[in-house]
């Protein structure tokens, strides 16, 4: 890179012709997020002629209001409301360019180990070690300033859980996160208007432009031109501000779908390609998330800062019974709306009170259980429902947090359910939580990490994509984003996907 900052050109739908656009490239990639900025780069750095075309509008930082009920508006998918068949679980995606790494926390992990030793021995991928993806990791972390937060960037909540955990033996660890020189405004989840996170929109995307890659906003994959084993072109339209639809085709030799878990396999399904064993769409994971608040009886402010901050938990054995704790907080309105605050002048007291909130959310390690697919109505349909055996790893966080909690000195914990649970003291703890139960509509649950669906593997009977990211069912397509995770991770994925994309965008170059 060189010292002038790069510059971003995005063809919006309002730039196209009426009569639409017939481009010819190498690679089309679809996607501007995490795994498709990165292949939109590294492709083109290569000499590759790329476009992408991504779904979702443009909007440069310029355009960021730090208002989150607008951002939901505008940068999300299904302006946020984007939910299970079942209603209880939220499923946040960014819908932008750049896509989700607009609009997410900014948390950095890598894989941790023992996910890759599972893959390793479950599906057969011999070549994800821990060594062989350490470079790619590496190259990413510097990248994009991955660093670990300094004393300033941790706020007095963050502060509060480090000394919680420290007391109580638990590992914990100032956060780590893609900033440089973060403004602490702590409006990451309302996308960063001063362009200290680096998401895509401002790092590989505008690296890959600069390189001639074109980006379409606004314009949406709809359905493939197959000749045997091979996708010659995509279809897609390009919609206005005022509605108007423009046909947009791309020709090229190589095709990337990097549309993201939920939308990446009903691209597929709806194209009925690609799916020999039965596996689109399946093995879905979205480490289902639940907020936790400890009233304390001095002022902490939690959203004052960073977005996240610090953590805690047991990262690296997420297969056994590990979970993450981060401390994070977006606002008044968020405490409010993650646990019950009641109604009437009970609410009012109990915002009144958000000021003195301790507040973290709790990741677990889930066992795909779900399923993405288009039903009968041609609609979007993402069914999953707690499985038992998740519910209990989501205990054992709650429990976690709630010890935490106590031990930094809260006088009171507010559990995350539907109707209003509190644990009133430390020796309340597991029995409170152990009356929990599993069940519909009992806790609100959010997912901010989407995974699975299109199962990377070695086995095509088992699996949708191969070692190499290649479909298994066809030559010329590639799956490098979250969907092709054979399991859940527990962490934050984005810094996995990066070093997956780049790999898998070595082993195109490999090929040739």
Same mark, same amino acid.
């Given at each position: 890179?060189?010292?002038?900052?790069?510059?971003?050109?995005?063809?919006?739908?309002?730039?196209?012709?009426?009569?639409? *656009?017939?481009?010819? +490239?190498?690679?089309?990639?679809?996607? $501007?997020? !995490?795994?498709?900025? %990165?292949?939109?780069?590294? &492709? #083109?750095?290569?000499?590759?002629?790329?476009?992408?075309?991504?779904?979702?509008?443009?909007?440069?930082?310029?355009?960021?209001?730090?208002?989150?009920?607008?951002?939901?508006?505008?940068?999300?998918?299904?302006?946020?409301?984007?939910?299970?068949?079942?209603?209880?679980?939220?499923?946040?995606?960014?819908?932008?360019?750049?896509?989700?790494?607009?609009?997410?926390?900014?948390?950095?992990?890598?894989?941790?180990?023992?996910?890759?030793?599972?893959?390793?021995?479950?599906?057969?991928?011999?070549?994800?070690?821990?060594?062989?993806?350490?470079?790619?990791?590496?190259?990413?972390?510097?990248?994009?300033?991955?660093?670990?937060?300094?004393?300033?960037?941790?706020?007095?909540?963050?502060?509060?859980? *480090?000394?919680?955990? +420290?007391?109580?033996?638990?590992?914990? $660890?100032? !956060?780590?996160?893609? %900033?440089?020189?973060?403004? &602490? #405004?702590?409006?990451?989840?309302?996308?960063?208007?001063?362009?200290?996170?680096?998401?895509?929109?401002?790092?590989?995307?505008?690296?890959?432009?600069?390189?001639?890659?074109?980006?379409?906003?606004?314009?949406?994959?709809?359905?493939?031109?197959?000749?045997?084993?091979?996708?010659?072109?995509?279809?897609?339209?390009?919609?206005?501000?005022?509605?108007?639809?423009?046909?947009?085709?791309?020709?090229?030799?190589?095709?990337?779908?990097?549309?993201?878990?939920?939308?990446?396999?009903?691209?597929?399904?709806?194209?009925?390609?690609?799916?020999?064993?039965?596996?689109?769409?399946?093995?879905?994971?979205?480490?289902?998330?639940?907020?936790?608040?400890?009233?304390?009886?001095?002022?902490?402010?939690?959203?004052?800062?960073?977005?996240?901050?610090?953590?805690?938990?047991?990262?690296?054995?997420?297969?056994?019974?590990?979970?993450?704790?981060?401390?994070?907080?977006?606002?008044?309105?968020?405490?409010?709306?993650?646990?019950?605050?009641?109604?009437?002048?009970?609410?009012?007291?109990?915002?009144?009170?958000?000021?003195?909130?301790?507040?973290?959310?709790?990741?677990?390690?889930?066992?795909?259980?779900?399923?993405?697919?288009?039903?009968?109505?041609?609609?979007?349909?993402?069914?999953?429902?707690?499985?038992?055996?998740?519910?209990?790893?989501?205990?054992?966080?709650?429990?976690?947090?709630?010890?935490?909690?106590?031990?930094?000195?809260?006088?009171?914990?507010?559990?995350?359910?539907?109707?209003?649970?509190?644990?009133?003291?430390?020796?309340?703890?597991?029995?409170?939580?152990?009356?929990?139960?599993?069940?519909?509509?009992?806790?609100?649950?959010?997912?901010?990490?989407?995974?699975?669906?299109?199962?990377?593997?070695?086995?095509?009977?088992?699996?949708?994509?191969?070692?190499?990211?290649?479909?298994?069912?066809?030559?010329?397509?590639?799956?490098?984003?979250?969907?092709?995770?054979?399991?859940?991770?527990?962490?934050?994925?984005?810094?996995?996907?990066?070093?997956?994309?780049?790999?898998?965008?070595?082993?195109?170059?490999?090929?040739?």
């Amino acid at each position: 890179m060189n010292d002038a900052p790069p510059i971003l050109r995005v063809t919006q739908p309002n730039d196209i012709p009426d009569a639409g *656009l017939d481009l010819v +490239a190498d690679v089309v990639v679809i996607g $501007s997020g !995490a795994s498709g900025a %990165v292949m939109a780069y590294e &492709l #083109s750095r290569d000499g590759a002629k790329v476009v992408v075309l991504e779904a979702g509008p443009y909007l440069p930082s310029t355009e960021f209001t730090e208002h989150t009920p607008t951002a939901f508006e505008t940068l999300y998918q299904d302006h946020g409301n984007q939910t299970n068949t079942t209603g209880d679980l939220i499923v946040l995606q960014g819908k932008c360019i750049g896509g989700s790494t607009v609009v997410n926390a900014a948390a950095c992990f890598r894989t941790p180990d023992q996910v890759l030793e599972h893959w390793r021995t479950e599906h057969g991928l011999e070549n994800l070690s821990p060594e062989a993806l350490a470079p790619y990791f590496e190259k990413v972390e510097r990248n994009l300033s991955i660093h670990q937060n300094e004393p300033h960037e941790v706020n007095y909540n963050g502060r509060l859980l *480090l000394e919680g955990a +420290a007391k109580l033996g638990i590992p914990a $660890s100032p !956060a780590t996160r893609n %900033v440089k020189n973060c403004a &602490l #405004s702590g409006h990451c989840l309302a996308a960063c208007r001063t362009d200290r996170k680096q998401s895509m929109l401002v790092t590989y995307l505008p690296w890959a432009s600069e390189l001639g890659a074109t980006i379409l906003s606004g314009t949406r994959a709809e359905t493939f031109e197959v000749n045997g084993r091979r996708i010659t072109a995509v279809n897609a339209v390009a919609t206005g501000a005022e509605g108007r639809e423009k046909p947009v085709r791309v020709e090229a030799g190589l095709v990337v779908v990097a549309a993201g878990p939920i939308q990446t396999p009903l691209l597929f399904q709806k194209n009925e390609l690609a799916n020999s064993s039965g596996q689109i769409g399946l093995n879905f994971a979205c480490h289902p998330s639940l907020a936790v608040l400890g009233e304390h009886a001095s002022s902490i402010y939690a959203w004052v800062g960073a977005s996240i901050t610090a953590h805690a938990g047991d990262v690296e054995n997420p297969l056994l019974g590990g979970y993450l704790i981060e401390a994070a907080a977006a606002g008044p309105v968020s405490t409010s709306s993650s646990v019950d605050g009641g109604v009437g002048p009970d609410f009012v007291d109990f915002m009144q009170r958000s000021k003195n909130m301790q507040s973290a959310v709790t990741l677990i390690h889930d066992h795909n259980v779900g399923r993405v697919y288009l039903g009968d109505d041609g609609q979007k349909k993402i069914e999953y429902d707690l499985d038992d055996r998740d519910f209990e790893s989501l205990r054992r966080a709650l429990r976690g947090t709630a010890r935490i909690y106590f031990a930094a000195g809260a006088k009171r914990v507010f559990l995350p359910t539907t109707r209003r649970t509190t644990i009133e003291s430390a020796d309340e703890i597991d029995s409170v939580i152990k009356s929990l139960t599993n069940g519909k509509h009992k806790y609100r649950l959010t997912s901010y990490h989407p995974q699975g669906t299109m199962r990377m593997g070695a086995d095509p009977t088992k699996s949708v994509v191969a070692p190499d990211g290649r479909c298994h069912d066809l030559d010329n397509v590639y799956v490098p984003d979250a969907s092709l995770f054979p399991s859940s991770i527990m962490v934050n994925p984005q810094v996995t996907v990066y070093a997956m994309a780049s790999y898998i965008a070595d082993e195109i170059k490999a090929r040739g």
